[in-house]
């Protein structure tokens, strides 16, 4: 299938943060799944590589709760959000204590960490997260960053998350195609030209599935396909 062309009123589409947070404050979170998610646990051992007590990176993490999942299992968990509100309802759902503070060197950010010390979810954008803050990651599990962000700031995305791999980080990234002219998103269709020509250069690049995701939902939105696809990134040598 030949990739659909995106319209301009998709390609310009801009999201503020106060538009995000709005979508948390009025319930708007139809991206929140409630169980870990299915292809993580088909695909962990793909991330994982035979490794334990992992750096794991969650950009645009909400309240996922992969976190606590992977958490448990000994990992560490770092994860970026720029709404407070999500990563609040995060620990309070899944019963973890916590403590909150400012970010030297980022203005009005705020880190909250559990007190078993090995989840920390920083409230703050993701183009102000640096490894100078956060570290280098093992991995990094990408399910609905790449999809939210806008078009326009794709590489600039792009390009925070390539900064923060160590050099045998294993990314998964998950991403949606269907034909963006029928509904402006997000989630955005992530063409797999975009994912070569952003990280290509830097990672080989794997589909590891791809799955028929079409929802009564979707279909009400007017989509007569969509696909789930995730792929595999691993730094070039």
């Known amino acids: 299938m030949s990739s ?5 009123a998709v390609q310009n589409r801009v999201l503020s943060h106060e538009d995000w947070k709005e979508k948390w404050e ?10 870990v998610h299915p292809l993580l646990a088909e695909f962990l051992n793909e991330m994982q590589d035979g490794r334990t007590q992992m750096n794991i990176f969650f950009p645009l993490c909400g309240k ?3 976190m606590k999942w992977l958490a448990d299992m000994g990992h560490n968990i770092v994860g970026v959000e720029v709404c407070e509100m999500g990563l609040r309802e995060f620990f309070t759902e899944q019963d973890i204590p916590y403590t909150e503070e400012v970010v030297a060197g980022i203005p009005g950010a705020k ?8 989840i920390s979810l920083y409230c703050c954008s993701i183009y102000d997260i640096t490894d100078s803050v956060i570290g280098k990651f093992d991995g990094v599990w990408d399910r609905g960053a790449m999809v939210a962000v806008n078009p326009k700031d794709r590489q600039r995305y792009a390009n925070v998350v390539l ?3 160590a050099k045998d980080c294993r990314y998964l990234l998950v991403t949606f195609e269907y034909d963006p002219k029928l509904i402006k998103g997000p989630p955005f269709y992530v063409p797999e030209s975009d994912i070569e020509n952003f990280l290509g250069p830097s990672c ?6 791809k799955i028929d995701a079409l929802t009564d939902r979707q279909k009400q939105w007017g989509l007569d396909f969509c696909f789930e696809k995730i ?6 040598l």
């Open 111 to 118: 880190v909250f960490k559990s007190t078993s010390g090995n």
């Open 204 to 209: 080989t690049v794997k589909l590891l599935k």
């Open 231 to 236: 792929y595999l990134l691993t730094p070039r």
């Open 163 to 165: 900064s923060l791999m």
């Open 26 to 35: 009025t319930r708007n979170i139809g991206f929140h799944v409630a169980n």
């Open 64 to 66: 996922a709760v992969d």
């Open 4 to 8: 659909p062309q995106f319209s301009g």
